[in-house]
């Protein structure tokens, strides 16, 4: 089962077959998550505070709410709440 299957997290071909793209997205995921939680490492930074995170998601999520006071859907956060 050796066919060229395309990568939709990282955008590359994958020559091999599923499952190997599927290990190689897992390794990775997991390598990030061992940087972030064992080595404590935080290598995504906000622009505007200098402060760090693990995640790149994270940085976006703290960016929106802290600097543009834009609330996720799904968070019950009052605007009066958050710091200014």
């Known amino acids: 089962m050796s066919k060229s299957s395309y990568n939709i997290f990282s955008g590359n071909t994958c020559i091999?077959?599923?499952?190997s793209c599927l290990n190689k997205m897992l390794t990775d995921v997991l390598d990030s998550q061992i940087l972030t939680v064992h080595e404590r490492k935080?290598?995504?930074?906000?622009?505007?505070?200098?402060k760090s995170f693990g995640q790149k998601s994270t940085t976006i999520k703290h960016s929106n709410v802290i600097h543009?006071?834009?609330?996720p859907t799904n968070n019950h956060?009052?605007?009066?709440?958050?710091p200014i």
């Open 16 to 19: 091999s077959d599923q499952l």
């Open 42 to 50: 935080k290598p995504h930074v906000c622009h505007k505070c200098n």
């Open 68 to 71: 543009f006071k834009i609330l």
């Open 77 to 82: 956060i009052l605007m009066s709440a958050l």
